[in-house]
């Protein structure tokens, strides 16, 4: 059974940090991983998906490393702003039927 | 694009009273998930369905929840009777899982309160 980890549950930065958000998975046969924000009473918006036979995906600010080897996954936020305060939340699907197993989500605040 | 669409937004029901959502994933995506979140923890998938079968319910309280895909399109999620501890948001889900990228799109949720 498929089990991931997001560590640390909650982070706090001073606006402009650069920031590491880490996600770690039992089981490395995986059909893709998946980062997601989470803002308070919203629904999940996707903000990188990495195939498993890629090793990192980039968007703006954001880049999501995957090491399927050692069951782990990364997600780098670069000078981060207030408004990157939300929950981040990382999905990993299996090959078999894209059941997808989520972390309980690290929440960052990012202070003025 | 339209994204996933959920209704309704917030329901508020005694326990042992009976509540459905609705779900309408994106047009031409096959796969649709129910997610169960919890307050302060990541969602927990009740069921999942590719076309109008079902892959996996296996975490699914099927005692008083039920799910239905009429047609492969829509889908409705039902508790009857709701218990204190189904208080927690319903997430659904669409993905082109079979064959192409599996990327999940998500719905706002539909939160629920049983008092």
């Known amino acids: 059974k498929q089990e991931v980890t997001q560590i640390p549950a909650a982070l706090s930065v001073p606006e402009g940090e650069n920031l590491v958000l880490n996600c770690s998975f039992t089981d490395s046969a995986i059909y893709n991983l998946q980062w997601f924000r989470q803002d308070p009473g919203k629904g999940l918006t996707s903000l990188l998906l990495?195939?498993?036979?890629?090793r990192e995906q980039t968007s703006g600010r954001l880049n999501a490393s995957l090491d399927k080897s050692s069951g782990r996954s990364t997600l780098y936020i670069a000078a981060s702003q207030p408004g990157d305060s939300a929950t981040y939340l990382c999905a990993v699907s299996d090959t078999n039927a894209g059941k997808s197993t989520f972390g309980d989500g690290t929440t960052l605040t990012v202070k003025p | 694009e339209a994204g996933v669409a959920q209704s309704p937004r917030y329901k508020i029901i005694e326990k042992r009273q009976s509540v459905a959502f609705w779900c309408n994933p994106i047009?031409?995506?096959?796969?649709l998930y129910w997610y169960q979140q919890i307050l302060g923890q990541g969602p927990k998938l009740l069921i999942q369905?590719?076309?109008?079968?079902?892959?996996?319910d296996s975490q699914l309280p099927k005692d008083r929840f039920s799910a239905e895909r009429l047609k492969g399109v829509d889908s409705t999620l039902k508790i009857q009777p709701a218990k204190l501890e189904d208080s927690a948001v319903y997430l659904c889900?669409?993905?082109?899982?079979?064959?192409?990228?599996?990327?999940?799109?998500f719905g706002e949720g539909s939160r629920l309160t049983v008092l």
């Open positions: 047009s031409g995506h096959a796969t």
């Open positions: 369905f590719q076309n109008n079968g079902v892959v996996d």
């Open positions: 990495i195939q498993s036979s890629q």
């Open positions: 889900a669409s993905s082109d899982w079979d064959g192409l990228t599996g990327e999940l799109f």
